[in-house]
């Protein structure tokens, strides 16, 4: 049953979102510049220690909680691989360390249109060899994503499986997988998606990859097979348009034999995670996270 919080956010939210019917499209800046309001969503954390480090060429936010274990987070960013930064989502990945008593890394990749696919996958994989370089072991790094991050993390884990590395394993949150947007959760969660709808995802899709083809399984990994990846932890709101993205992943890699957790949360918004601190699902599901990363790694 949602919090009463959660259906506060949700009125909130709605309120928004009605004052920009009608407004013009926007533009990549503009949306860049309003997706670092997510940064403000949680709330913030004093028992984080948070500095900037180099990944394999690229910036990263680096977390450090207290009494810190070995295990690795590498989280992929969300903001449809067109927006979104470490700072828009480092009270995320702040809650996360703390939580999980692991160093979280909050990759700063490259975005579209300037940079499309695979560009922000080849700075995953390189961020990921930066760390095995530093003496991380691969058994004890997980893979994170949230909305388009979520394809970047479960493109490089199928990568990585497919080359003989087995890491700890993955974490989805809210993710956009599929970037065909053909998925019946586009329209029956279409009023209810506070957030994200498809006519707005179609630019950003065409973003990301510009030749149009969607149905390449890098693009859309959770078109890929997906046997032999380590296990996977899937979150989504019941009522978001993504909600399918997340359940096609969590069956086809049911299906193909990998461990999956798959939690679904009722009225929460997109990426609910991002208000830590001040979302009681957005606590419970970090804490979920934490204590299943704990038995997995």
Same mark, same amino acid.
Request: glycine residues 10%; hydrophobic residues 45%.
């Given at each position: 049953?949602?919090?009463?919080?959660?259906?506060?956010?949700?009125?909130?939210? $709605?309120?928004?979102?009605?004052?920009?019917?009608?407004?013009?499209?926007?533009?990549?800046?503009?949306?860049?510049?309003?997706?670092?309001?997510?940064?403000?969503?949680?709330?913030? =954390?004093?028992?984080?220690?948070?500095?900037?480090?180099?990944?394999?060429?690229? =910036?990263?936010?680096?977390?450090?909680?207290?009494?810190?274990?070995?295990?690795?987070?590498?989280?992929?960013?969300?903001?449809?691989?067109?927006?979104?930064?470490?700072?828009?989502?480092?009270?995320?990945?702040?809650?996360?360390?703390? =939580?999980?008593?692991?160093?979280?890394?909050?990759? +700063?990749? $490259?975005?579209?249109?300037?940079?499309?696919?695979?560009? &922000?996958?080849?700075?995953?994989?390189?961020?990921?060899?930066?760390?095995?370089? %530093?003496?991380?072991?691969?058994? $004890?790094?997980?893979?994170?994503?949230?909305?388009?991050?979520?394809?970047?993390?479960?493109?490089?884990?199928?990568?990585?499986?497919?080359?003989?590395?087995?890491? &700890?394993?993955?974490?989805?949150?809210?993710?956009?997988?599929?970037?065909?947007?053909?998925?019946?959760?586009?329209?029956?969660?279409?009023?209810? *998606?506070?957030?994200?709808?498809?006519?707005?995802?179609?630019?950003? =899709?065409?973003?990301?990859?510009?030749?149009? *083809?969607?149905?390449?399984?890098?693009?859309?990994?959770?078109?890929?097979?997906?046997?032999?990846?380590?296990?996977?932890?899937? %979150?989504?709101?019941?009522?978001?348009?993504?909600?399918?993205?997340?359940?096609?992943?969590?069956? $086809?890699?049911?299906?193909?034999?990998?461990?999956?957790?798959?939690?679904?949360? +009722?009225?929460?918004?997109?990426?609910?995670?991002?208000?830590?601190?001040?979302?009681?699902?957005? *606590?419970? &599901?970090? %804490?979920?996270?934490?204590?299943?990363?704990?038995?997995?790694?």
């Amino acid at each position: 049953m949602a919090s009463e919080l959660a259906k506060k956010l949700d009125a909130d939210l $709605r309120a928004w979102t009605a004052g920009m019917v009608g407004a013009a499209a926007p533009s990549v800046e503009s949306l860049r510049e309003g997706a670092e309001g997510m940064g403000t969503f949680g709330a913030e =954390r004093d028992d984080v220690v948070v500095d900037e480090v180099d990944m394999g060429g690229r =910036r990263a936010l680096r977390h450090v909680p207290q009494d810190v274990g070995a295990g690795v987070i590498l989280h992929l960013h969300g903001g449809g691989l067109t927006m979104g930064s470490p700072e828009s989502h480092t009270r995320l990945a702040a809650h996360l360390a703390a =939580r999980s008593k692991m160093t979280v890394y909050n990759l +700063d990749f $490259r975005l579209a249109p300037e940079h499309p696919f695979p560009a &922000a996958i080849d700075d995953t994989a390189a961020a990921f060899g930066w760390l095995v370089a %530093q003496g991380a072991s691969p058994g $004890r790094i997980f893979l994170s994503g949230d909305s388009g991050g979520a394809a970047l993390a479960l493109s490089t884990l199928i990568d990585l499986t497919r080359a003989g590395t087995r890491v &700890a394993g993955g974490i989805f949150m809210s993710p956009w997988a599929d970037f065909r947007l053909v998925s019946g959760s586009f329209e029956s969660n279409d009023e209810s *998606d506070v957030m994200c709808s498809r006519p707005m995802m179609l630019p950003l =899709r065409q973003n990301y990859c510009p030749s149009g *083809d969607f149905e390449n399984v890098r693009v859309s990994p959770a078109l890929a097979g997906l046997a032999g990846l380590p296990p996977l932890m899937i %979150q989504a709101s019941a009522v978001e348009v993504l909600l399918d993205d997340a359940k096609l992943i969590a069956q $086809r890699a049911g299906e193909a034999g990998v461990d999956v957790t798959y939690e679904e949360y +009722d009225i929460v918004p997109h990426v609910f995670q991002l208000f830590a601190g001040n979302l009681p699902e957005a *606590d419970e &599901a970090l %804490q979920s996270v934490a204590d299943w990363a704990s038995k997995v790694a």
